[in-house]
């Protein structure tokens, strides 16, 4: 056991007549690294990503309650009555007359 952790430690069994199968290994390990590396720095790109667009997501949000409000008040009676007073069209005094038709047969 000792000797063992001892060839670990000097390098000795990357020069081994075995060593081939070793470097494979090691290779093996490498190319799994390099891809779960890669692979958590995509992810991390896509959270900042998720963030980010959860952020717009809140302005536009923001933006269409505050737009819909304004939207309200515009189509109040009294807001649309002093809009139109400015243009010179007074409301009527006397109320409008209902209409009604009898159609007998």
Not at 40 to 57: F, G, Q, R, W
């Amino acid at each position: 056991m000792k000797r063992r952790i001892f060839n670990i430690m000097g390098g000795s069994f990357l020069v081994d007549e075995k060593s081939a199968s070793n470097w494979m290994y090691i290779f093996l390990f490498l190319i799994l690294a390099l891809i779960m590396i890669s692979s958590s720095h995509s992810i991390d790109k896509k959270v900042y990503k998720i963030a980010a667009l959860n952020e717009e997501i809140k302005s536009l949000r923001s933006e269409f309650v505050d737009t819909r409000t304004r939207l309200m008040t515009y189509k109040m009676e009294s807001s649309v009555k002093n809009r139109l007073v400015e243009q010179g069209i007074k409301s009527s005094k006397t109320p409008p007359v209902k209409i009604i038709i009898n159609v007998s047969n």
